[in-house]
């Protein structure tokens, strides 16, 4: 199901916000505790905001739960693979491999399906998305591990979709759902921070707390919008279209950490803007 304009126009910028943050994240001094206080401060954020709307229904419970520890293995995953590897090397396969898996998982467990047509573009953006990360060639053997660890993500990235999506059917307002999964995400790394390395990390938050406070409300809003649009509308014409953060991130890449842009990023850039857009007119 192709999604309507504005809906399109909310994901684009939550795209733009998803990639500003994982570029926080590579950049900054300590990732764990960038991580950390991107997702406590998002809690923070909606902590007023919790006795406003409704406790969501038994049965949207399992899926929030999941949902948190799916987040967590992601978050884990993605912090490691910024270790082994550049940003516009990892973020692309991670982002890319995804949209694939989250349209099988959609078909087995949502019973949404996408036409020929439309899957293959599906598969020319995904491919698109994680040719970003091929500009010099094919992988070297010490590339071979933040490739895996990458592909890792984008499994994790699948999974949290899904069950989000699966979760959003079971509460009657979305926005319950939104709020109370945003506020539980951010809970346990923030939690750890403080309980086990109190001392560093009231340091770090002194140096860099602000600027990564401002990366949790980029989060924050960057998953709010694509959640509250996952509400409405299919799986993976939602996880195509917001992957097209991986263009987002390679730019930042490019502009900011000096990561190279050449003929095979102009071409990867094209085959996601293409599939992209043959997803949105064929439905």
């Known amino acids: 199901m192709a999604l309507e304009p504005h809906l399109v126009a909310l994901v684009l910028i939550a795209a733009l916000m998803h990639a500003s943050w994982n570029a926080l994240i590579k950049v900054s001094g300590d990732r764990f505790f960038t991580m950390a206080t991107v997702m406590g401060a998002a809690s923070l954020i909606l902590l007023p905001v919790i006795p ?15 949902s948190v520890v799916l987040h967590l293995g992601y978050y884990g995953m993605l912090v ?30 949502a019973g949404q399906s996408l036409g020929p047509v439309a899957a293959s573009g599906l598969a020319l953006a995904s491919g698109g998305m994680c040719l970003f990360a091929f500009e010099r060639g094919l992988p070297t053997r010490h590339l071979l591990k933040p490739l895996g660890l990458a592909l890792s993500v984008g499994l994790s990235i699948a999974g949290y979709t899904l ?16 709020v109370w999964l945003s506020f539980l995400d951010g809970i346990p790394l923030m939690a750890w921070a403080f309980v086990f390395r109190a001392p560093v990390y ?28 996952l509400s409405t509308g299919s799986m993976a014409h939602v996880s195509a279209l917001r992957e097209t953060s991986v263009l987002f991130a390679v730019v930042i890449g490019a502009l900011t ?4 842009f050449g003929l095979v990023r102009w071409f990867a850039a094209i085959a996601i803007v293409c599939g992209v857009v043959v997803m949105q007119f064929t439905g």
């Not at 979760?167 to 307002?173: A, D, E, H, N």
């Open 52 to 66: 406003f709307v409704s406790f969501p229904p038994p049965s949207a419970w399992p899926f929030l739960f999941l």
């Open 163 to 178: 069950v989000d999506g699966l979760g959003l059917r079971q509460t009657p307002l979305a926005i319950d759902y939104i």
């Open 80 to 109: 490691f693979a910024y270790r082994h590897g550049d940003l516009s090397a990892v973020y692309p396969v991670a982002r890319g491999s995804s949209p694939v898996l989250i349209a099988i998982g959609a078909y087995l467990f």
């Open 257 to 260: 950490l000096k990561e190279k």
């Open 202 to 229: 009231v340091v770090y938050l002194q140096k860099e707390g602000k600027k990564a406070a401002v990366g949790g409300a980029l989060s924050l809003l960057a998953y709010g919008m694509v959640l509250y649009v």
